[in-house]
């Protein structure tokens, strides 16, 4: 599973921190969950800035050329799990 860290500063703007294949060497956690949890745990965002690409975001990333429309998908995928863990810690 590709994982998007991300960090969302105060005036608004995105900032792409890294892009994480967590899936484990050995094919032991395909969905990446243990590595998900390991990052809840270390990090003091309790994973707020972090989300996981669903297979559907991830194919269009695949299938675009264009710059301009990965960014608008990626920004598109971070800003819904932000709206939603706010929303969520409301």
Known sequence: MLFIE???HPD??????ALVNAVDEDGHDPDGS??????IAEFDDDGLGCVG?????LALME????????????EGIILADRSAKEGAAS
């Not at 243990?34 to 990052?39: E, F, G, H, K």
């Not at 299938?63 to 990626?74: A, F, H, K």
């Open 6 to 8: 991300y960090d969302v």
């Open 12 to 17: 608004g703007e995105i900032e792409l921190v």
């Open 34 to 39: 243990s590595w998900l949890q390991w990052r």
């Open 53 to 57: 690409i669903s297979p559907t975001d």
């Open 63 to 74: 299938e675009t050329e264009d710059p301009d429309q990965l960014q608008t998908i990626v």
